[in-house]
């Protein structure tokens, strides 16, 4: 992307349910950030998870010792 092209930005309507837009709120100041903050970082994350299946590979939790606790499936 070309630095021309970060610098464009393009606003959209969401229609939410009242759930998830507190659940929006919430990660928002948990971060200390803005929705559309949580909403670039999802993409982001969301992006890694659908890259990482098309590869075969599997995204997994891990405690602090790197036991694995949770993989993340169904995306």
């Known amino acids: ?7 464009q930005r393009i606003q959209i309507n969401l229609d939410l349910s009242s ?3 507190e659940t929006l709120n919430n990660l928002a100041q948990q971060i200390n ?3 559309a903050e949580v909403l670039l970082k999802a993409i982001a994350l969301m992006e890694v998870a ?3 299946k098309q590869k075969g590979k599997h995204i997994w939790i891990t405690d602090e010792n790197q036991n694995l606790e949770t993989e993340v499936v169904g995306i």
């Open 1 to 7: 992307m070309t630095a021309q092209g970060k610098a």
């Open 19 to 21: 759930e998830i837009y």
């Open 33 to 35: 950030g803005d929705n």
């Open 50 to 52: 659908v890259e990482a």
